[in-house]
C-alpha cells in the first residue's frame, strides 16, 4: 500500500511550548488528510480533516488556534500544538487519502509528552 | 455517519480463521464497509474495503450481507502478528474516518 510518513515519532517539550508534527504522502498525491488525536486505550479521535490549499475543518470541541493545521501541497501537511500543556500529551496520527471514496492510509503516529 | 457496533473483544487459536462481525444497520446504499487494524502504538493499517459484493485481498475476506446491514472480516489463518484492534469503518459522504471502539483480537498460540 501506499506510504504515509509522520516526524516526529517522540518528541518531548516544556509546557507553554509549541510542537509541530509533519505529514507527508511519499508516493502519492494527498488530496486530503486527516488529524486524530488517540489517548491510551482509547480509540481514533478525528480532530480535523484538511485539504490541500484550504482551511482546515475542525471537529467540534477542537481548538483551531491551538491545534493549527497547514496543508500546502499534496504531499504535506503539519499539525503544530501551539502552548502545549500536560493534557495534549497523547498519540496523534495522520492519515492521508488520494481521491475521495478511497482507502486512507495512516502514518505511523507521533506520540507527544509535555512536562 | 453510519455507526457501527463490534464486540469489543475476540480470541483465535493460532491457525484457525479468525471471523470478526460489523454491525452497520443505517448504512446507505452508497457507503463503504473500511476495515482496518492497529497494533499497540503504531498507526492505523488498511486491509480492504466493500460496497455490495465480497472482497478478497491478500490479508483478509470481506463478506456483505445482502442487505447491507452487517459484514464480516475473516482472517483465513490467523498468526500471532495478527493480534491487534480491528476497526469497521463506514465511509459516509463526508468521507470521514470516523473510528468507533473496534475489537481486540487476540490470537492464542
Known amino acids: 500500500g501506499a506510504v504515509v510518513s509522520q516526524h516526529p515519532s517522540r518528541v518531548i517539550c516544556k509546557s507553554g511550548t509549541s510542537v509541530k508534527i509533519e505529514c507527508r504522502s511519499l508516493?502519492?498525491?494527498?488530496?486530503?488528510m486527516f488529524w486524530y488525536r488517540q489517548f491510551p486505550k482509547q480509540s481514533l479521535m478525528l480532530m480535523a480533516t484538511?485539504?490541500?490549499?484550504?482551511?482546515?475543518?475542525?471537529e467540534q470541541g477542537v481548538e483551531k488556534d491551538k491545534f493549527l493545521i497547514n496543508h500546502a501541497s499534496l504531499t504535506l501537511s503539519t499539525l503544530t500544538v501551539t502552548s502545549a500543556h500536560p493534557e495534549d500529551s497523547s498519540f496523534y496520527i495522520c492519515?492521508?487519502?488520494?481521491?475521495?471514496?478511497?482507502?486512507?492510509?495512516f502514518g505511523q503516529g507521533t506520540r507527544l509528552t509535555v512536562v | 455517519d453510519a455507526k457501527t457496533t463490534q464486540p469489543p473483544s475476540m480470541d483465535c487459536a493460532e491457525g484457525r480463521a479468525a471471523n470478526l462481525p460489523c454491525n452497520h444497520s443505517?448504512?446507505?446504499?452508497?457507503?463503504?464497509v473500511y476495515w482496518y487494524r492497529q497494533i499497540h502504538s503504531q498507526g492505523p493499517q488498511y486491509i480492504i474495503h466493500?460496497?455490495?459484493n465480497n472482497e478478497t485481498n491478500e490479508m483478509a475476506s470481506l463478506i456483505i450481507t445482502e442487505d447491507r446491514k452487517s459484514s464480516t472480516l475473516i482472517l483465513p489463518h490467523a498468526t500471532l502478528r495478527d493480534t491487534a484492534v480491528y476497526y469497521c469503518?463506514?465511509?459516509?459522504?463526508?468521507?470521514?474516518?470516523?473510528f468507533g471502539t473496534g475489537t481486540r483480537l487476540k490470537v492464542l498460540a
Open positions: 443505517t448504512i446507505s446504499g452508497n457507503e463503504y
Open positions: 508516493d502519492f498525491q494527498a488530496t486530503t
Open positions: 469503518i463506514v465511509l459516509s459522504g463526508t468521507y470521514k474516518y470516523i
Open positions: 492519515s492521508a487519502q488520494g481521491q475521495l471514496n478511497t482507502e486512507a492510509f
Open positions: 484538511s485539504n490541500e490549499g484550504s482551511k482546515a475543518t475542525y
Open positions: 466493500g460496497l455490495k
